[in-house]
């Protein structure tokens, strides 16, 4: 990528204006997922596996079928025949298999039938008439017993080149990287801790249930709308697995009602498209809460081995880590993600570190904000925590000692480039809350994250209005306010304000295809292609300049939204406003526009340090968050309120996972909790303010400097808050989630 | 010629050899000669890689420039939320 | 679904007495709703007593003693002037019970018939000593709270019949009484211990008490145990462990995603001690 | 299964419809009334996103039946607004980006003018105490929370 547009001084990048879709949001005029309805539309509904593991021996829809108000029933093989591939090769098979069950239904609330009827109480009741007979098989939910040898398997023949023989079949994918010896690490250190660490699946939890409204005819031509990060791959997927072009389906996406990596792939999309199919009318379905939290993506569950050495001075000599990710049913468990981040905050001489992904009877992972990032560092930040208590270190000073910094060798293998992490320690150490005295019963944890963050495909067009007005097109569902970035971006470059910036997102039709909204990448690709798109239409607008005014086209510069010449030889003539030159640019050699396709690669990775503050009620084991203190490397902070609303979140989040949120399991395989009263992420009165701190050190891939912000802030909490809470328990907290049961038992052992 | 350093779990792979030395240009030249050296990396490529350059993660793209004498990661295949 | 809605209560029990299949009476519908909708219980007969006259009262008698109607609500009782200054604890009990949306709708009745060991009005209910009016087939009869759950989901009351009132006694000199409940958030949780303590006092002594608990055996206890351990005393370190041991002995809970054994158990004593303390300097007249 | 006719006030209109017992005030404001602001979240009033006031009384719309509905006076998020004036809480959360996918503001937005109604000057306890049945999963609550008491405070001054 080039960066000669390399930009530092900025007239609408940093400011904080209103978001231009607020108007819709705050007055319900939104249409997000459930909010649209067609002509003839019938209401889809799905019947799903109560068995973790069963083989599925007959299913009988005709009772279902002969229901007066039933269009369409449809099962797997109403689907597209795609062949099975190991590992994540065979991502498509595995989709179809997670969105309708073949032979066996994996887990509980695995779909198995569908129906489409003429109103979604009709959908329900009809669903009750389809007969399956299951065979119920042996099942596991955990992870380390997957492993076991002993374990029931999953699917034979899943795991990929990277699973060395003789390793059980449930695991599928097999990571090792590091770097120096280890075992002379250890030897020099003075202490060395090694220690095992669990944590429970979470799920992103967004607010808004899946939901789509799909049409699609014999002839193979259909339209798509639904809530998701990412329309184009929906498109893809849905195209793949209904056995149509991927370029006859349009697909447009609605408002989302948040994501955080959960609406990356497809569900219940596929399955409207094949009841419409059959019905020949356009079909809805929304899932219930609690067909998203049994059927839709969790994150991994883990099991992880720590061993760090550290000598008296606070150097880490050697550090070591195993990750066991379980990911459901279906390769994906980001295993190789934990094991390549656990340690990238650090410049290490020895580290190795081996990440394994596993299958057992729970739903299909998906990503999860910094996927694999979070459960790693909160078993490593937890032994280092340990590490400095024993060795009598302040646990940020011991963090500036080992910090990565431009030129270390990242634990994952390559040189860094320029990266913020050493800021954000300088910042914590130099914030208040860090030297605030504690009251009794109080303890105070910190810890260090970081994440990759991703480029991706990415394409955006800006047409321009006769008057002066632009309207851009990008291909990213605004999840958090991106449309008032790229509109800030827009302007910075056009020079135009803010406000004449009209920002949609486009559907698949219209625009050239869009990686999904995840890794953080909006902001900094769209952000670009959105630059460099503006860029384009301000060359053909100095263009038009220079014609009218005689002189070659370099003769002409950009500034502050005109036309100006240039330069020596560039004559003398008035500046032209961007509105005066489309005012004419019918007769001028006809519209003007920008557009940019590319897939920016130059992310550049993020680094976080948290500060928390927790109190535990020894008789109860209840924990309070009293403070929380966010500092984190944006880049440059485009819109800052809404890169604030993102270190919040994250943080959020994150104590919602250390604290309360899990997915419970009976002896039965089934899930115990899959509502919002039993699946407890924070409400408002669980948490204090969140103090944000925004670092910038400039991302040299990107013309502003952007890097990602949306997913790093969910990596130091789990960490950050376990050193807390075993600071103010006075024991060390090993699993999450931290619920007060365990708390109080952890405090009973100790004694 | 550029210095290709692999992740360990590769080495399997590759007769023990954590280095592999290949000539290329670009991104897409380089994964080409890695299987043209060793035949068995074309799994894990085909599975999903990435190519750190100086220390910047190129994600999937294929026509990076590849600067003589620069330093060469294969990474997993990087996937975000 | 059949759904009515009588004008009098020996109508709705007409109704209720001659429905075939399940039937729901349906005051604020905050637990008959999520079971519909989660198709847990989808009855056949739904009878709505919102349309009988004087279910939203809530009405101090002449003797000091406290009627409800059947659909008063929480936030209706939170905000009565009175009432919270008599029972406290049987008001911020009720209080408890989900967010400020299900207060505006969930009633004391229907807490109680819906039958979970967990629920929060019922233990703050037992410990103040309150009936009910039970409207039946054959007339009225008056039922203690504690004599309405038999288990899980059950309660005493046969078909035909459905609650009609609930009275509150008089509160009296030197009386107070409190709840608390253990939940691993601030709010929105169902309880995993629940604790009600109603307690008199001659100067600093305890001369009646009644202790109940919640979510520690399949229906709500009142534990004379408890009550022992404290009549007589002027609540002081001894009295309060004798307490908190006699909770504790007195549970006999389950293992399940809300809360182990061990937890209930040794919970069950914390929270007895603290809501006895409220109790005893509400008895005191002193803020708590 | 006969259906119930029902005649309601919804934001000031009269409207009537017909709807199934089982169908919640929420099914009926969405898809026989196209009052699309209300959201379901989860059905069973645990998330706030489907909150209405009904006789000015705060609720939850999916936990009450479309047939409890007769003879009410609803309001809803599409009514806030006085014409093309904004409400100044949703000036105030625009203003603070108090959301971020926009999904639980409907919501919020309905409680929170019922708190300000109610209590013009709201602790910040009894601020997230009120919402606490108003899931957000995006913002950590904080600029929501802000922008609830600043708006509180302008109300105040103004009055």
Known sequence: MALDDRKTQFTFVGTRPDRPDGLDKVTGRAKFGADISAPGMLHGAILRSPHAHARIVKIDTSKAEAHKDVKAVVTRADFAELPFQPGLEGEFWNVLENVMAGEKALYDGHAVAAVAATSALAARDALKLIEVEYEVLPHVTDVDKAMAPDAPVIREGAADYSVPEGMHPNIVRYHESGHGDVEAGFAEADLVIEDSFVTEATHQGYIEPHACLGMLGNDGKGELWCTTQGHWIAQKTCAALLGIETSQLRVTASEIGGGFGGKTTVFIEPVALALSRKANRPVKIVMTRSEVFRATGPTSSASMDIKIGMKKDGTISAAQGVFRLQGGAFPGAPGDMTAMCAFAPYNLTNVSQIGYDVMANRPKQAAYRAPGAPMGAFAVESVIDELCKKLGLDPVDVRLKNAAHEGTKASYGPTYERIGLVETLEAAKAHPHYSAPLKPGQGRGISCGFWFNHGGETSVSLALSEDGSAQLMVGTPDIGGSRASMALMAAEVLGIPYENIRVTIADTATLGYNDVSHGSRVTYASGLATIKAAKHAVEKLCERAAASWGIPADAVKWENGCAIPSGPNAGDFDPRPLADITAHMGQTGGPISGHFEATPEGAGVSFGTHIVDAEVDPETGKTAITRYTVIQDAGKAIHPTYVEGQYQGGAAQGIGWALNEEYVYGDDGRLQNSIFLDYRIPVASDLPMIDTVIVEVPNPGHPFGVRGVGETGIVPPLAAIANAVSHAAGVRMKQLPMSPPRILAALKDNG | MVEVHLWSGLRSLTGGQQVVEVEAKTTGELLRALVRAHPQLQAPIDAGVSIAIDGRVIASGLTEPIPEGSEIYLMQRLRGG | ?288 | MSKFHVSTTVNGDTVEYLCDPRETLLDCLRDKLNLTGAKEGCGTGDCGACSVTVDGRLVCSCLMLGVEADGKQIETVEGIAEGDVLHPLQKKFIEHAALQCGICTPGILVAAKSLLEKNPNPTEEETRYWLAGNLCRCTGYDKIIRAVMETAEELREAS
């Not at chain 3, 009550?227 to 307490?243: F, N, V, Y």
């Open chain 3, 1 to 288: 679904m059949d759904y009515h809605s009588p004008a009098s209560f020996a109508e709705a029990s007409a109704l209720a007495a001659n429905a075939t299949g399940i039937t729901r009476f349906l005051a604020g519908g905050t637990d008959v709703l999520v079971q519909l909708r989660s198709e847990l219980v989808t009855p056949d007969t739904l009878i709505d007593i919102k349309k009988i006259d004087g279910v939203r009262d809530i009405n101090c008698n002449a003797n000091g003693s406290w009627t409800l109607g059947v659909a008063a609500t929480g936030a209706e009782m939170s905000e009565h002037p009175d009432l919270g200054r008599d029972w406290p604890g049987v008001v911020e009990a009720m209080d408890l019970i989900g967010s400020t949306q299900v207060q505006g709708r969930a009633t004391l009745t229907g807490n109680l018939c819906n039958g979970s060991p967990a629920a929060d009005s019922v233990p703050a209910m037992v410990a103040a000593g309150v009936t009910v009016t039970v409207t039946g087939p054959d007339g009225d009869r008056e039922v203690a709270v504690e004599d309405i759950p038999i288990g899980p989901g059950k309660t005493s009351l046969v078909q035909g019949e459905l609650i009609s009132a609930v009275h509150i006694p008089a509160r009296g000199d030197n009386g107070g009484d409190a709840y608390l409940r253990f939940i691993p958030r601030t709010e929105m949780d169902i309880a995993v211990v629940g604790v009600g303590v109603n307690l008199r006092l001659d100067g600093d002594t305890v001369t009646e008490a009644r202790v109940s608990l919640g979510a520690v055996a399949p229906t709500v206890l009142l534990v004379e145990d408890c009550a022992k351990s404290i009549i007589g005393s002027t609540l002081d370190d001894a009295a309060l462990d004798t307490l908190a041991a006699a909770a504790s002995a007195a549970c006999n809970p389950i293992d399940d995603k809300r809360g182990t054994i061990a937890f209930r158990t040794e919970v069950a004593g914390v929270l007895a001690k603290r809501a006895a303390k409220i109790a005893y300097a509400r008895a005191k007249g002193e803020q708590a």
